[in-house]
């Protein structure tokens, strides 16, 4: 079975992401399905070629105070770790 490759016109992406940018779905998700647009990160490498990050999503990073200790304590042992191997090859 032979795959169908989309090629989309740069008229039709700009139309798509006006549309988008004026309200005219509730989510990029919306204007996928609407146009039958394949592929699920599509619409955001359009956005971010005609510079409209604006519209993606937001993404939110929620984390408990020792979450961001361990992390802290992580990148501080790479440091660490990193430091000893660069003695190590001298």
């Avoid at 990050?53 to 408990?64: G, N």
Wanted: charge should be positive; proline fraction near 2%; charged fraction near 40%.
């Amino acid at each position: 079975m032979q795959e169908t490759n989309v090629r989309y016109s740069e008229a039709f992406k700009q139309k798509v992401i006006k549309e988008i940018s004026k309200g005219k779905f509730r989510s990029l998700l919306e204007a996928k399905d609407r146009y039958g647009i394949g592929g699920s990160v599509t619409i955001n490498s359009w956005i971010k070629k005609y510079g409209k990050q604006d519209l993606l999503p937001r993404k939110v990073r929620i984390e408990m105070p020792e979450e961001k200790d361990e992390i802290k304590k992580l990148k501080h042992e790479i440091k660490k770790l990193k430091f000893a191997l660069s003695n190590a090859k001298v």
